[in-house]
């Protein structure tokens, strides 16, 4: 091992050493991968002199495996050879969680049970019995056994390796504390800079005896700058983290690697400049000696020359002669061919015309079989069927009528009688059909059948309903008209066909004799030619010999001119290069880094690092350095780069640094993926030449291994967050070397060869994987994930070429042409200067190759030159025309960039940059056309974004789509691409709302405090700096009306604030600041006006029902884009796929579609489904896949076989799953998703609803159907939306949908459209819709009686006239029922619905504050997480405190609290006797007993959590579970079971605990009387003490306990105002109405007041009474809760007096609440 021991490695083995060479020592190395662990550990273990034990994991690897090697490092420690063994192992090599059992029960006690059997136990102790006895162990088996176990312990050492990130270190500690407790822990800290700098001097003084750096000083500087830019890269981590939430680690080993990698570049540059400079100088030594030859030359050429001329002249008088008896030949021969063109004219005309007649004859052809036919099929049975009728029809008597014009040449009609005579011999009849000659067809008859035949009746599949010898005979003379008709026409051409034959065959006899002529003058032409050629020849020779004079001479000529140009620029360069040999230093150093470190970060940090950080340094330190020095540049030449976009990589600078990275780094590259650009250039760049293998596929490991042996080039694809761990050597390079050139590789612990040309690709397809350390040391991971910069140049060439595909096109070829000609320049320069340094001086002017290649050169530099003119003009053209769609191309990567951001908020969105390509390309095909480039550029951007908008609205579901629009309102907002102005700040305060601290409230009388200190935020903006004064000081009242409006965001500002009304996102400030609850609604509205046609974005698809939207998805579907249904409650996707199904293809069950729904062994059928829709066409539905999150991964591999096969076109996959992280993204990115939930609002929701009843449908109906029908969509509406408001609005959610509505709708018209009776049967309705239809799904009697009071307002007969649509609002709103009318009115009708409001639903407005504010709360904080930026928070956040120390405070102030508390319940109860243990005592004794219990456990649990705080007890599950929750002020698990019911958070919970102990405490002390006013919401079980009162109700009355209930009467007192205890029940207090409030004055319920939640009861009378089956009409029966939650923390009903109908309160979800949290 190459070691560099500074001083932390020398502790560390120090260390380690000391823990392995004590007995029994175990040693915990904990640090991340790449710190040095194993090697100081093997290291330590060599000082010790003990034996190295591993385990090598392989696929097959488990307990087993493990079992064996176990049982071996015991023989070897004890029995041979005995001696000190060190058993290294690392958290990588822990396949399976269970093989710590064996190593905590190894560590702990060196017995691990069932290792060795009986019989094997026998002999290993057999083999120690002598040494036992020697050391004084008892001479029998346990002796034996404990100095076996005694010495193993003494002589295995274990060594365990641990990297602390993430959870498993922690987890393990906890569940096998042997880890910690028996080993002692030494921790691996990051190395520090002198540690890097002596790590580096080390390695890097190999540079300085090399000679590539001049001096040590160098060398001191060198690796001073590695250290920082490691050490740069920690904080880089962290900033990556907290802004781009992505992980990234920098291990020790990276530190090396870069080391490493930059002694390999800098040695290969230098001597690449070195080789170039030394072969640049021998060709400026050639070229002096070349100069000195060519005058020498020139003067020999000029004797040759003379010869040569006298040798042409004489050649030139014979070619004259032959020349002119050539050309009298010619002339013969060109007359002979003039001839031989006439008679060739002749002969194509003729044919020409036999062609023309054969065609018009193939015509008639068809027509003549056709009646042929037809005749084949009359018979004797069917003639003498058609004979036989009596009366025939009309039909059948003008087919016989034409046949017999036919036939029998009739001048008129034939009457039937005499047609049933032409037929009277059947045989004959059709004899005599099948010889009519239909070549001659007299004109009169032609007239007579035309009329017939062109009557409708007369055609074959008309006439066979009426007869088949009729249709067969009215096919027959259809067929013989029509053939008659063509022969007419062909007739004549046959005429001229035979007259042009005649005369084709005479010019073929004049042929004959001209070509007899023509070969007797060719023969005499050859031998003219045989003449002519020798002269040529001759003439050639000597002209040849000139030629070679003369190329000599130019040759010479040639070299010495180029090798002028070239000697000034070599020479030139010379210079340079030797410069630049001591500035590759700085360049190779910051190159490496880049290499090294910068891969994995975004366009921004990278740029932050190498520019501004490491350039900087480097010149700081005074290190070589080429000025403005680009590290793509120093990696790779231009040349390179247009290799790699000719390969299709991007040209955007990411790209091109990623490239770079791949092919220079030392390290196995592991790309980072998701839109597949890196590898779909991987594979181009290398071709066929390279391996792709998953994980997924069977035999990947022999796949690896052949490549591995073979030197192939290898890319693995769809790599998950963790690599399988017996790829581990291969990662890592463990390459052993056998022998001089011999290399192998352990691979699952068998020997392989390994081949250096080997080189493997990693690519991952999430887009935000997190790699552990040890990966990261391992491989070089490359961001490949597009920029939006280059995102956006491809899209304008995919929108330019759509648009001006001739442009586009031209576009490319000139860059592919540019980069052709860069790498062209580049191939010859290099084969030049090989040519030219290898040229041997003496022959040189003989090295034509050498000189070509110069010229060649130069000539494609000048091209080069010009074409780099002509294209920059051309270009400018270009881009001048391709800019005009910038703003198209900068909208789509802006949307591409916002829906990947959705993947944060919910696994299921997924979207690959493929299907968004697909579906830009839909939105360009639907533009609207236009000349105007201006117009048709907008109209692109606004189809791209509905489009793209559409396609992700309808996979989202309703709680994000406002997220969505809000997103891209805010993007468009931010390019100012709105008409209001974009405010960094004021963006910043919507979406994190900052507060002040430490503020007091003036205004605490109305306005909450939270509030104030938001307004006191808002008001250090600059344009509401005022705000805070207006409203203390100048109009409190006035703002304190606009906070108590319903809908705020509708009313105007006091003051001079109204202004706002014109500006709406600086009101929404306001907004969200004072009533964060129509923050959300009043958002929606501002996006409506603030975005282009933004009521379409945020109403989209809201007028379509789901049946539309999926026929509409289905268009945009193909064979390998899948429609996934992401499942909500109640949806049911089947029945809408069927629907449409059988409208389209005419879908059937098990024939063309097939149906699986998911579950254990349906993987297996659903596959073979597939393969047979895939194969046949069929539509298969898989249900609920994300039960099968395994198989998933399984169905992804075999949708990308059938994309690689290509499906039959009528294949379609419909898939359907519940939310799940199981799903793979490879499925969710190829699929169209769906959603079916129903959507946000009333008004949405009933058109929604109403979209459900087609509009011919409708109209049909009786108007009574269509008033119950509007009546049934706004109650449907009702019931969805109502679940918004929680509790109140629902003690449980039900799945309600659409099927739900359309069903009671085919009830209704079977109820109503059948029956004859005038009256409508209300009761039954109601009873039908209320109790089965809906009231199916409903389990709960308070929800139940909710849905039927709507439905009693609803329907009765009013409805038929006209009822208020908004049941109770008692004028406050008002929308009444529409009159029957036709679908469109009711349409404009729903339209002209108010604004929504809770007084829809019965209920008051109050009642949408709390979750329209958690809503808010959600929505801001999603939006937050996405949009990112600064952070809004206050203070220091140094001075906080940690978790862990915020919990042990906690911890301490509960013990403090509750550590002395116990009721002595068996005193007090041994102090009662029995008469005086009435029921009123047993439920305070049980209580006492409950608070006893959950003390008790509290004060356990904290005690031993305080212990370990203080490291005096393991930390457990149990505890560290405890820990969060006190923390985060949450109740731990067993104090919710054994406490009682509530929703507070802990400090809240802890007052409330204080609070019912001191009831129990004050009832302790006297436990023979109750006290005068129970607060029953401090009771751990209120219904205990209202059965109470029951009991003694029925001991004093006699009465039976079933037969009772407990009434209630609501005083006018306090609790205070209470004299004595009850005499007929008790007094009770606590209780707080949710809804509603109580007015004192009239003893009655009344609607809330603004913003007032709960209304405190005053002191309530319960006492026990029969139960009675009579209605009061005044007095409502109200449900009691312990909690707001409600279910199922039910107590009892109470009776409160109302003046308003009791259904009022009943829909306004009115309750009382015993412990709200207040």
């Given at each position: 091992m190459n070691l560099v021991l500074f001083d932390d490695a020398i502790n560390h083995v120090c260390r380690i050493s000391r823990i392995t060479d004590n007995p029994c020592g175990h040693a915990l190395l904990v640090g991340v991968g790449g710190s040095g662990k194993q090697s100081l550990a093997r290291l330590a273990s060599f000082i010790n002199t003990l034996d190295l034990l591993q385990i090598l994991v392989n696929q097959s690897y488990g307990m087993d495996a493990l079992k064996l090697d176990l049982q071996e490092f015991y023989k070897k420690a004890v029995i041979k050879p005995g001696t000190g063994q060190a058993f290294l192992m690392t958290d990588g090599q822990i396949a399976n969680e269970k093989f710590l059992v064996y190593i905590n029960d190894m560590l702990s006690s060196g017995v691990i049970p069932d290792l060795f059997s009986r019989e094997e136990y026998d002999g290993l102790l057999g083999g120690v019995r002598n040494a036992a006895k020697a050391s004084g162990y008892a001479d029998d088996r346990d002796g034996h056994f404990a100095f076996f176990i005694d010495k193993f312990r003494r002589n295995l050492h274990y060594i365990l390796c641990h990297s602390p990130v993430g959870d498993d270190f922690r987890i393990r500690g906890r569940k096998f504390p042997a880890l910690i407790s028996c080993t002692v822990v030494d921790e691996f800290m990051a190395w520090p800079r002198d540690a890097l700098d002596g790590v580096a001097r080390r390695f890097l003084i190999d540079l300085v005896t090399g000679g590539n750096f001049q001096d040590e000083d160098t060398l001191g500087v060198v690796a001073a700058n590695m250290a920082e830019v490691h050490l740069s890269i920690e904080g880089a981590n962290k900033r990556y983290l907290e802004l781009e939430r992505r992980n990234n680690y920098c291990t020790p080993k990276s530190f090396l690697e870069l080391i490493s990698f930059y002694m390999k570049m800098l040695t290969s540059k230098q001597a690449d400049v070195l080789q170039n400079c030394e072969r640049l100088e021998k060709g400026l030594a050639i070229m002096e000696q070349v100069q000195s030859k060519v005058e020498g030359l020139k003067e020999d050429l000029k004797i040759t020359m003379v010869q040569v001329e006298e040798k042409k002249a004489a050649t030139a008088v014979l070619i004259e002669q032959v020349t002119k008896a050539s050309a009298v030949a010619a002339e013969e021969k060109a007359a002979a061919d003039i001839e031989a063109e006439k008679t060739n004219k002749l002969a194509s005309d003729a044919a020409a015309l036999q062609k023309e007649a054969d065609g018009e004859l193939s015509e008639a052809m068809p027509a003549m079989e056709a009646a042929a036919e037809a005749v084949n099929c009359l018979d004797k049975m069917s003639i003498g069927e058609l004979k036989g009728f009596g009366k025939p029809p009309p039909e059948c008597v003008d087919v016989c009528a034409c046949a017999a014009f036919l036939l029998k040449n009739e001048k008129k009609r034939m009457e039937w009688k005499a047609a049933q005579k032409m037929m009277a011999n059947p045989a004959a009849f059709i004899d005599e059909v099948k010889a009519f000659n239909a070549n001659e067809i007299p004109e009169n008859t032609l007239k007579e059948c035309d009329a017939l035949i062109a009557l409708p009746f007369f055609n074959y599949d008309t006439m066979k309903s009426k007869s088949t010898a009729a249709a067969n005979l009215a096919n027959w003379a259809i067929n013989c008209v029509k053939y008659h008709k063509i022969y007419v026409k062909v007739?004549?051409?046959?005429?001229?066909?035979?007259?042009?034959?005649?005369?084709?065959?005479?010019?073929?006899?004049?042929?004959?004799?001209?070509?007899?002529?023509?070969?007797?003058?060719?023969?005499?032409?050859?031998?003219?030619?045989?003449?002519?050629?020798?002269?040529?020849?001759?003439?050639?020779?000597?002209?040849?010999?000139?030629?070679?004079?003369?190329?000599?001479?130019?040759?010479?000529?040639?070299?010495?001119?180029?090798?002028?140009?070239?000697y000034k620029r070599w020479t030139k360069t010379v210079a340079e290069l030797k410069d630049l040999t001591q500035k590759l230093i700085g360049n190779s150093l910051l190159a490496s880094a880049f290499v090294g470190y910068i891969s994995p970060f975004s366009m921004t940090f990278r740029q932050g690092l190498w520019k501004d950080q490491w350039t900087s340094d480097i010149k700081e330190r005074g290190i070589p350095l080429t000025d403005g020095i680009d590290p793509l540049k120093v990696l790779a030449t231009d040349a390179d780069m247009a290799g790699w976009q000719n390969e299709g990589l991007p040209s955007d600078r990411i790209s091109l640094e990623n490239a770079a990275v791949v092919t220079s780094c030392s390290r196995w590259p592991l790309m980072i993926d998701p839109q597949l650009q890196g590898v779909k250039w991987i594979k181009q760049r290398l071709g066929e030449d390279l391996t792709i293998l998953q994980f997924t596929m069977n035999n990947w490991l022999k796949k690896v291994i052949a490549c591995i042996q073979m030197g192939n080039q290898l890319l693995i694809e769809a790599v998950g967050q963790e690599i399988d761990a017996i790829l581990e050597p291969v990662l890592s390079r463990a390459v052993i070397k056998r022998g001089r050139t011999a290399m192998i590789i352990k691979i699952g612990g068998e020997e392989i060869d390994y081949d250096p040309k080997f080189q493997l690709y990693m690519q991952c397809k999430l887009p935000n994987p997190h790699y552990r350390p040890e990966i990261a040391a391992q491989c070089t991971i490359i961001n490949f994930i597009v920029t939006p910069e280059g995102l956006e140049d491809q899209i304008l060439a995919m929108v330019v070429n759509v648009e001006k595909p001739e442009l586009e096109q031209k576009k490319q070829e000139l860059v592919r042409q540019q980069n052709d000609f860069m790498v062209t320049l580049s191939q010859l320069e290099a084969a030049l200067l090989s040519q030219l340094s290898e040229a041997d001086p003496a022959t040189i002017l003989d090295n034509i190759p050498l000189i070509e290649g110069l010229e060649k050169t130069k000539a494609t530099s000048k091209e080069i030159g010009e074409q780099v003119k002509a294209a920059q003009i051309t270009e400018v053209e270009i881009n001048t025309s391709r800019e005009l769609y910038r703003p198209v191309a900068a909208e789509g990567s802006m949307l591409f960039f916002l829906i990947i951001q959705l993947c944060f908020i919910e696994h299921m969105y997924q979207y690959s940059l493929d299907s968004f390509v697909n579906f830009l390309y839909k939105a360009i095909d639907r533009t609207e056309t236009t000349e105007d480039l201006e117009e048709r550029t907008k109209r692109l951007i606004v189809m791209i974004r509905m489009t793209i908008f559409r396609w992700v609205n309808r996979g989202l579901f309703e709680r994000h789509k406002l997220i969505l629009c809000a997103l891209l309102t805010f993007k468009l907002l931010q390019k100012g691409a709105l008409s209001e102005e974009f405010n960094p700040a004021h963006f910043n305060f919507l979406l994190r709302a900052p507060m002040a601290v430490g503020a007091e409230n003036p205004l605490a009388e109305w306005l909450p405090s939270k509030n104030w200190n938001l307004v006191l935020k808002l008001s250090d903006l600059e344009e509401f700096d005022n705000f805070s004064s207006n409203m203390e000081k100048d109009a409190p009242t006035r703002f304190k009306e606009w906070f108590n409006e319903v809908a705020?965001?509708?009313?105007?500002?006091?003051?001079?604030?109204?202004?706002?009304?014109?500006?709406?996102?600086?009101?929404?400030?306001?907004?969200?600041?004072?009533?964060?609850?129509?923050?959300?609604?009043?958002?929606?509205?501002?996006?409506?006006?603030?975005?282009?046609?933004?009521?379409?974005?945020?109403?989209c698809d809201g007028s379509s029902s789901f049946a539309v939207i999926l026929e509409n998805s289905f268009e945009d579907s193909t064979t390998t884009t899948p429609i996934f249904f992401i499942l909500s409650p109640g949806a049911d996707p089947v029945k809408e796929v069927e629907a449409m199904g059988r409208r389209l293809i005419q879908l059937q069950l098990g024939t063309n579609y097939w149906n699986v729904a998911m579950g254990q062994g349906q993987d297996v059928i659903a596959m073979a489904k597939l393969d047979i829709g895939h194969r046949e066409g069929h539509w298969v539905m898989l249900q609920n896949i994300h039960l099968m999150p395994g198989w998933c991964k399984e169905l992804e591999k075999k949708l990308d076989v059938f994309a690689a096969e290509n499906s039959h076109v009528n294949f379609r996959l419909f898939l359907s799953a519940d939310p799940s992280k199981g799903i793979p993204i490879g499925i969710l990115e190829r699929s169209i998703k769906l959603t079916n939930e129903p959507p946000q609002g009333m008004l949405a929701n009933l058109r929604r609803s109403f979209a459900l009843f087609s509009k011919e449908d409708f109209e049909d109906r009786d108007a009574k159907v269509k008033s119950?029908?509007?009546?049934?969509?706004h109650f449907h509406a009702l019931m969805l939306e109502r679940k918004k408001f929680g509790p109140m609005g629902y003690n449980m959610m039900y799945p309600f949908s659409a099927g739900d509505l359309r069903d009671s709708a085919q009830v209704l018209y079977n109820y109503l459209e059948g029956s004859s009776a005038v009256k409508i049967p209300w009761d039954d309705l109601r009873y039908l819709f209320g109790d089965i239809m809906y009231g199916g799904h409903i389990v709960d009697d308070w929800d139940r009686r909710m849905s039927q009071k709507y439905l009693l307002y609803f329907l009765r007969d009013e409805l038929l006239d006209e009822i208020d649509m908004i049941p109770y609002a008692e004028g406050k709103l008002s929308w009444p029922s529409p009159q029957p009318a036709g679908h469109d009115k009711y349409l404009e009708h729903i339209e002209s619905m108010p604004a929504e409001s809770p007084l829809f639903f019965g209920m008051h407005p109050n009642a949408e504050i709390n979750f329209r504010t958690t809503q808010c709360n959600q929505v801001f904080e999603m939006l937050t997480s996405l949009v990112g930026g600064g952070g809004g928070g206050e203070g220091d956040e140094g001075d906080a405190m940690s978790p862990m120390a915020l919990a042990q405070m906690v911890c301490d102030d509960i013990l403090e609290e509750v550590g002395e508390k116990k009721f002595p319940t068996d005193d007090v109860g041994r102090g009662m006797s029995d008469e005086e243990k009435g029921p009123y005592q047993f439920v305070f004794l049980q209580e006492c007993e409950y608070m006893n219990g959950l003390l008790y456990e509290m004060v356990k649990g904290l005690s031993e959590l305080r212990l370990g705080f203080k490291g005096e007890l393991t930390m457990s599950e149990v505890m560290e579970d405890m820990a969060k929750c006190l923390y985060s002020e949450r109740l731990p698990v067993w104090w919710?079971?054994?406490?009682?019911?509530?929703?507070?958070?802990?400090?809240?919970?802890?007052?409330?605990?204080?609070?019912?102990?001191?009831?129990?405490?004050?009832?302790?002390n006297d436990p023979l009387n109750i006290p005068k006013v129970v607060d029953i919401s401090k009771l751990f079980?209120?219904?205990?003490?209202?059965?109470?009162?029951?009991?003694?109700?029925?001991?004093?009355?006699?009465?039976?306990?079933?037969?009772?209930?407990?009434f209630t009467e609501v005083t006018k007192k306090e609790p205070k105002q209470v004299d004595g205890v009850s005499?007929?029940?008790?007094?009770?207090?606590?209780?707080?109405?949710?809804?509603?409030?109580?007015?004192?004055?009239?003893?009655?319920?009344?609607?809330?007041?603004p913003k007032e939640m709960f209304t405190a009861m005053p002191v309530v009378l319960c006492k026990a009474g029969t139960v009675s089956d009579k209605v009061d009409k005044n007095s409502f029966v109200c449900p009691v809760y312990c909690v707001p939650t409600r279910r199922p923390y039910f107590v009892f009903p109470a009776q409160l007096r109302t003046k308003a109908p009791p259904e009022k309160w009943v829909l306004a979800g009115v309750a009382m609440i015993l412990d709200v949290g207040l």
């Open positions: 007739a004549p051409l046959m005429a001229k066909v035979e007259e042009a034959t005649r005369t084709k065959n005479e010019a073929e006899a004049s042929l004959a004799i001209v070509l007899a002529k023509v070969a007797a003058i060719e023969e005499e032409c050859a031998k003219l030619d045989k003449k002519l050629n020798g002269a040529v020849a001759e003439k050639e020779r000597v002209e040849a010999q000139a030629a070679a004079c003369l190329e000599k001479l130019e040759l010479a000529e040639r070299l010495v001119n180029g090798l002028a140009d070239e705020p965001e509708d009313v105007k500002l006091p003051l001079d604030w109204k202004r706002l009304d014109s500006q709406p996102f600086q009101k929404l400030l306001v907004l969200r600041a004072l009533r964060p609850d129509r923050c959300c609604s009043a958002m929606g509205d501002w996006i409506r006006g603030a975005l282009p046609n933004g009521r379409d974005y945020m109403d119950i029908l509007f009546a049934m969509c919710v079971k054994l406490g009682f019911a509530s929703t507070r958070p802990l400090r809240s919970w802890r007052i409330s605990l204080q609070e019912r102990y001191q009831q129990l405490d004050d009832w302790i079980n209120p219904q205990s003490f209202l059965t109470a009162i029951k009991q003694l109700c029925c001991q004093n009355q006699g009465l039976e306990l079933d037969r009772l209930q407990v005499k007929d029940g008790a007094f009770v207090c606590g209780m707080y109405l949710e809804g509603a409030r109580w007015d004192m004055a009239q003893n009655s319920l009344e609607d809330s007041k």
